[in-house]
């Protein structure tokens, strides 16, 4: 299933359902998997407890002998944003950076760990060069959690980033597809919340956050219907199973049943979360032309678990007018040996953050606490 570590540096990606990780040398990948926290949980471990010996299986299943990792850190106390600023001295811009922050950040500045990078220069209307700055922020108590948990799983962190920051670098550095001259948009579904990152080729040009994600779809799940004069309501975990194995119900399937449950009303069930998930996404769109202004996105990508939902690729592109497709953070990597066939279609979605994370040998937007 997973090829030997090579004693380098782990990225890791550690999620409310599942941790996943990833080791990539040059442009190989040398180890790489996925393990449900649940699995854990059913043992009556606190959740922080369940994600540290999650973590601890899945190094020793990939046989990752690698000790130095990187690290995500998520929430709603996190932020990427892309700033337009005037050419001054690296001091001067810290403080304009900050400034910003203050103005922007939608959490208090006293006590966050902010990170920049300077992504490049454009030209304002006026034809005067200016600076655009990647802006990485998160609550210090955040970052030391984050870091707490790598540590307690014998791991060093030697960086920390947000969430789109690794998205962005998965596309800024690594071999994702992005079309040149194009606007496009990047939607990574996880499971608490979605990241909706728009881009102009490979340009950053807005990140945004959308509360509706997989969690929102099981819930959705959970409301009691009618059956056949019955009243039936699913639990989490039917609902979750249900989800996983269903999607999306198609006409195709109108004469089967899930636990009893026609496809007709599990379509019923899933439909208002995938109908306000479609409306964030439009919202998102006009957020973007009113903000960044040029032509709106021609296709929008998918990654994170859920964008594996069957027939959520159809559901999104028929909604939103454009094309679909699943995200392969893979292309262009070597990744003969670390996953089977299967498993780089089953998993690479979830991989993408990880993936990012890996490829970002700069650590360009690093947040380790000091």
Known sequence: MFRLGSGGVVAIDIGSSAVKLIEVRGKRVTAAGVHEIGVRLDEDLAPRDATIATIRDLLAACGIRARKALGIVQGPSTALLRLTLPRMPAKEL??????EAQKSLPFPLEGALLAHHVAGEILDRDGVKKL???????EGQH???????LRAAGLDPVGLTVVPAA????VQQGPAAADAGKVWALLDIGQQVSHLLFFHGRELQLAREIGIAGQAITEAM???VMVQGRRVQLDANQAERLKRENGIPTVEKAKEQADGIPPAHLGAMIRPALERLSVDIQRSFAFHQERVGGPPPSR???????ARLQNLVSFLSSRLGIEAEILNPFAGLDVVGALRGDEVTEEAPRLAVATGLALDRARTLDLLPP
């Open 132 to 138: 655009t700055v990647l802006l990485a922020a998160v």
């Open 300 to 306: 929008i990508a998918l990654s994170g678990g859920t």
């Open 94 to 99: 810290r403080q304009a950076v900050r400034w």
């Open 222 to 224: 959970m409301a009691a």
């Open 167 to 170: 998205l962005a670098c998965l």
């Open 143 to 149: 970052a030391t959690e984050a870091v707490g948990i």
